[in-house]
């Protein structure tokens, strides 16, 4: 079938396997893979024609098919401690699993069934702390344990907004750092005209992202707030190459001709509307939302997929960078309570739901100040729960359920 006549979901699995069969034809074919952190630029390694893979969305991808269990029990053996992220267990798992098997030229018996893509081994390491710090000794680590290049871009917090000018500079330089280092991997200049096009790649996806996340403010939506966390896929993997717009543009399409024909995501069932603050909990990704739909609440609004909202001016290093570090958890307190109010607000939300995630402690930390603070300014209850995006030994549904209750008769009232 023709791109042209798939669906966008259609688009969503044939995009998302084709990187994953580019990845690893690259790495039988010689080329360069890499592993980068979700929040890293792309355009980077893109313009030199390396092959990207993503560990937090190979992860989420793992959970949500629920094979994460045997691969936490993995790093577990190996000592990681159960309150680190599970996304770097999961992953540090799936690591180890194929340093088995390049070892002794077999597979593992627990790949045999893998229920998730498998990606292979990177050839180098990339990543950046404005989501976590986590990320930073976690990538360390892949990089200690393969014995591969590690390039590591600092992004400083903001503690007040705008972004300061001093900012925008360092993280410039950032970039140029980052830039001598591929050039030494690659052993050939950096491609400016390609980092460019990437870039103007990179602006085209999120328009389209953006373009697809804006349904969500029509009362009825024709969007269910989900389907962002399936879509997010793309938005993550291929934000610098044209298989996001393609897929983006298709699903707003669709979704805006659902609108001009009365098709809503709930029908005539949408009794209230949520924000979901922080990530989804991958591993009951069908539960928590069989568990709104059964009380009519459609979750419309939700800061997360915000974060890949990476809209600079392509050719300026600068206003690059103030995306890369204006992501909302790269941020203090005051500014992540104005777009949270701006979430609820925009989204028409009744009520907010609070993930507690242990296995992210910066998207959570702050989770009951900002509540509250968007409490005080709009007036919409919220609770929180606690779970895990993808540790299924640390998410209790009958605790979801009586939460989600609760907000509901709160909203109600």
Known sequence: MSTEDMSARELLAHFSARLEDEATEVKKNGGLVCWSASVAPPE??????????????????????????PLLEIADQKGYNRD??????????????????????????????????????????????????????????LAAELN?????????????????????????AQFE???KRLEKICGRPFDEE???????????????????????????SP???????????????????????????????ELEENLKNGKYAFGDNEKSRVTWEGIAVWTYLG???KSLRNMGSLMTGSAYPGMWSLRYT???????????????????????????TEVVRSGKCDGLLAHMNRSCKLMSLLNYDTAELVRKKLKVPYVAFDGDQTDPRNFAPAQFDTRVQSLVEMMDR
């Open 84 to 141: 680190t992220c599970s996304y770097g267990r999961v992953n540090m798992g799936y690591m180890e699993l194929l340093k088995r098997q390049a070892m002794t030229g077999e597979r593992p018996e627990a790949l045999q069934d893998f229920p998730a893509a498998t990606p292979p081994l990177p050839d180098l390491v990339i990543t950046c702390n404005n989501i976590c710090n986590t990320l930073l000794k976690w990538y360390e680590n």
């Open 44 to 69: 980077l390694c893109v313009a030199m024609d390396i092959a990207m893979v993503y560990p937090e969305n190979h992860s989420a991808a793992i959970g949500a098919r629920k094979g994460s269990l």
């Open 177 to 179: 750092y980052a830039k």
């Open 194 to 220: 390609k980092f460019l096009e990437a870039q103007k790649q990179t602006q085209r996806s999120v328009e389209q992202w953006d373009r697809v996340a804006s349904m969500l403010a029509h009362k009825p």
């Open 148 to 172: 591969i290049p590690c390039i590591i871009i600092d992004v400083p917090f903001n503690h007040t907004m705008p972004v300061p000018e001093y900012a925008k500079e360092y993280l410039a």
């Open 223 to 253: 969007l269910n707030g989900f389907d962002l966390f399936n879509f997010m896929a793309l938005i993550v993997t291929a934000r610098s190459r044209d298989y996001a717009e393609i897929t983006f543009r298709k699903f707003a399409d």
């Open 287 to 289: 539960h928590t939302f």
């Open 314 to 340: 392509p050719g300026d290093l600068k206003s690059m960078g103030e995306a890369y570090t204006r992501v909302y958890i790269n941020c203090c307190l005051e500014y992540r309570a104005e777009v949270l």
